[in-house]
């Protein structure tokens, strides 16, 4: 695609539901990052995919977040017992190169999760 | 740990004035910086990057400098026009990471027409 596509672009939860948030890279592209913005706040680290292989997951805030990348394209964030404190943009950006040296990064819409 | 801190969080101009926004940070070990704009609803749209051994780097009306010795960066924008209002984040790369990236919280910045 012509650049990183996130659905959906709003969710309302209510507490206790899982939801699932989805990217769709671009076409090629080696690394993808997964970010939570909070309002009013810098984008926060949640995890990095090189690939297919999760790389590094030390942002995740909690073990109902888990985020997959199966086939080294499109990638999954699920949160599992969606709690209050999870409402933010989760933003997701994408890299043609392994890592991120300097290399353009490419961010998506985002989706901005409510959890009522 | 790594801080970045930006300041104004917020400002508003006139349309036609040049405008200084401001970025530091708390450890010079770092690989390089980037600006980022982010407009409301959307996602965020790289700007300039500056390697650590750069002292500035340019983009048609946008000049960003850096100074690692003093833990600063700022964001030059000329002749402001009601078309550059959004947020502006700096993001740091630190030395010892291939892909971290530690953000400021952002400048809202309002031109007015």
């Known amino acids: 695609g012509a650049g990183v596509s996130q659905s959906p672009r709003y969710k309302v939860a209510k507490r206790g539901q899982d939801v699932a948030l989805r990217c769709d890279p671009i076409?090629?592209?080696?690394?993808l990052f997964w970010y939570q913005q909070a309002l009013g706040q810098g984008p926060e680290f949640l995890t990095y995919?090189?690939?297919?292989?999760?790389?590094?997951k030390s942002g995740l805030p909690s073990d109902r977040f888990f985020a997959e990348r199966p086939e080294g394209s499109v990638s999954t964030l699920k949160i599992q017992r969606t709690q209050q404190e999870d409402s933010a943009v989760y933003l997701c950006?994408?890299?043609?190169?392994?890592?991120?040296?300097?290399?353009?990064?490419?961010f998506g819409s985002g989706t901005q999760l409510s959890v009522l | 740990k790594q801080e970045v801190t930006q300041i104004p969080a917020a400002l508003s101009v006139p349309e036609g004035e040049n405008l200084v926004l401001n970025c530091s940070f708390t450890d010079s070990a770092i690989y390089n910086l980037q600006w980022f704009r982010q407009d409301p609803g959307k996602g965020l749209t790289s700007l300039l990057l500056?390697?650590?051994s750069q002292r500035e780097q340019t983009s048609g009306r946008l000049n960003a400098s850096l100074d690692k010795s003093s833990g600063r960066s700022t964001l030059y924008i000329a002749a402001s026009q009601p078309g550059d209002s959004a947020t502006y984040l700096c993001a740091v790369r630190l030395v010892d990471s291939n892909y971290q990236l530690i953000w400021g919280a952002g400048t809202k910045l309002i031109i007015k027409p």
């Open positions: 500056i390697q650590s």
């Open positions: 950006a994408s890299s043609s190169s392994s890592g991120w040296g300097g290399e353009k990064l490419f």
């Open positions: 995919f090189q690939n297919e292989a999760q790389l590094d």
């Open positions: 076409s090629g592209h080696v690394s």
